[in-house]
């Protein structure tokens, strides 16, 4: 095969029902793949995808998250921390910081176990979705009541986050309906905002409101309302989605590699690097997208100065050359081999890491209780098709007794 004949398109049903081989594909014959239907770049081996996220100078995230938005010339208005590049990104990463400490991680694991315990009680005990039942519905929750908000709205917002990442095979662009979801979810931002203006609370709300930052000329100011709900949006949309994901992928990882899951039946201590081996073995986030600030030589072929230029992470942690057997599920793998770049690299490393981490092992520790012996109903199982997310929408399972 040669570089011309490999075809790499993100919005097409090959790459949502598992891009695996494509990526092989990519690796061998074209790793640094160009699409000229829809004018993007790829870079698909480790090497190149760890190197890519650390050289924010050269690919920028400051022009979106998306190809749609990549492509245009004009640098994201929104205020997310996502879509901001040195300096600006440091001075919000700080904050951030100050907010997802280890401790104050901690704290919130009573929540975080009440929560999806709660979630877990309500299925069925002998046959169940475990995406739509259970962990479609916990993460949204944890996040949102982390936020501040109203029991009321929180599966809504849910709701309004997978309606704006939804994508038909061959879409590019936000729907119609993705964008009257974004602005329903901005608007409910908003509202919250101003109420807690008035009336602080014990939430993120008030404490990001009450926080301040040290802007580009040196001066203190707080945040504002724009800024504030940016960040609403990305920790609610993130902090659903990835766990959603990665609890799903688990149930049917699982199942294809039943030794593994004996061994967590074993030995629950194995539990947290079961959840690095499901980042790196079929990661909720396959890739991120940037533009190209120069331009760039690599493997013989030149990326061109402003060009969308996709970091396959997904690919990057099968690459063969950074993990041994990179296509076997292992979690007792040598973790010191290569990077996992399942929650990205460098400074746009996922900043509710810790959470999402938390969040999948308290879940798995409960499933591994609930079921200890499963089977997963095949022939009604289905992907997601959506915007930079990979994974399953249902995961029907019958339990064993």
Not at 118 to 127: A, E, I, K
Not at 147 to 168: F, H, K, M, N
Not at 241 to 269: H, I, S
Not at 284 to 302: A, D, F, I
Request: hydrophobic share 40%; charged share 25%.
């Amino acid at each position: 095969m040669t570089a011309s004949e490999v075809v790499f398109d993100p919005f097409s049903e090959e790459f949502f029902n598992g891009p695996w081989d494509i990526y092989r594909r990519l690796r061998e014959h074209a790793p640094v793949y160009y699409n000229a239907e829809y004018d993007f770049y790829a870079l698909s081996r480790h090497e190149d995808v760890a190197a890519a996220y650390k050289d924010f100078e050269t690919y920028s995230s400051a022009y979106g998250l998306d190809l749609a938005t990549v492509r245009s010339d004009e640098p994201m208005v929104a205020k997310m921390i996502i879509v901001m590049d040195p300096p600006e990104h440091r001075q919000m990463r700080s904050l951030v910081n100050k907010v997802f400490t280890p401790r104050a991680i901690e704290a919130m694991r009573p929540m975080v176990t009440e929560t999806i315990e709660r979630h877990l009680s309500r299925v069925d005990p002998d046959q169940f979705d475990v995406v739509a039942d259970f962990s479609a519905l916990f993460p949204v929750d944890v996040i949102s009541q982390m936020l501040g908000v109203p029991e009321e709205y929180r599966q809504q917002v849910g709701e309004w986050v997978d309606t704006s990442l939804r994508r038909e095979p061959g879409q590019i662009d936000m729907s119609e309906k993705g964008l009257q979801a974004v602005g329903e979810l901005m608007g409910l931002y908003y509202n919250l905002i101003q109420q807690r203006r008035a009336e602080p609370r014990d939430d993120m709300f008030s404490r990001l409101i009450a926080a301040e930052v040290e802007r580009d000329d040196g001066e203190k100011q707080q945040l504002d309302d724009f800024e504030i709900a940016g960040f609403a949006t990305l920790l609610g949309g993130a902090g659903a989605e990835t766990v959603t994901k990665l609890v799903g992928n688990a149930a049917v990882t699982f199942a294809r590699f039943p030794e593994q899951w004996q061994k967590l039946l074993d030995d629950r201590g194995k539990i947290p690097a079961a959840v690095e081996e499901l980042l790196r073995y079929e990661a909720p986030n396959q890739y991120n997208v940037r533009r190209s600030m120069k331009e760039v030589h690599l493997h013989g072929v030149t990326i061109p100065e402003g060009k969308p230029v996709f970091l396959l992470a997904g690919s990057a942690n099968r690459d063969p050359e950074a993990f041994t057997d990179a296509d076997t599920f292992d979690i007792e793998r040598d973790r010191s081999e290569a990077q996992n770049l399942g929650f990205g690299y460098g400074v746009h490393s996922c900043l509710g890491a810790a959470l999402a981490r938390m969040e999948s092992a308290i879940a798995l520790e409960m499933l591994l209780d609930f079921m200890p012996r499963y089977e997963v109903l095949w022939d009604q199982c289905k992907r997601v098709a959506a915007q930079n997310v990979a994974g399953w929408s249902n995961v029907p399972v019958r339990v064993l007794r």
